[in-house]
């Protein structure tokens, strides 16, 4: 199983970027996807996660309003749309699948799957 994340580049300030995320050797149309990022010395940290079919989506506060999550089944794809950018969102963002529940979480550990990360860069 493979997660492949891209989209990430250098954005202005109030810019916008679109990150996808494909995953390849088996479905999650049935599982939560999320976004995962983590900036130069912080811990990762949760973004954002979508239910199986896509019709529950869940934020963290941080970016409530800016980013939207999304997916496309029929490709094995989730999306992660950016907008408002700020240079505090300056980080690697990972995409992750979990097995766990049916229930997307705020937790690392409970992702079974990770992309191997795409850079965003916001300046100022």
């Known amino acids: 199983v493979q997660l492949q994340a891209s989209g990430g580049g250098l954005v202005q300030a109030g810019g916008s970027l679109r990150l996808s995320c494909a995953a390849s050797g088996r479905t999650f149309n049935n599982y939560p996807m999320g976004w995962f990022r983590q900036a130069p010395g912080k811990e990762r940290e949760f973004v954002a996660a979508?239910?199986?079919?896509?019709?529950?989506?869940y934020y963290a506060d941080s970016v409530k309003g800016r980013f939207a999550i999304s997916r496309n089944n029929a490709r094995n794809t989730v999306y992660l749309q950016m907008g408002s950018l700020k240079p505090d969102d300056t980080a690697v963002y990972y995409c992750a699948a979990s097995l766990v529940s049916f229930t997307p979480s705020f937790r690392r550990n409970d992702y079974d799957y990770w992309g191997q990360g795409t850079l965003v860069t916001v300046s100022s």
């Open positions: 979508n239910t199986g079919s896509g019709s529950r989506t």
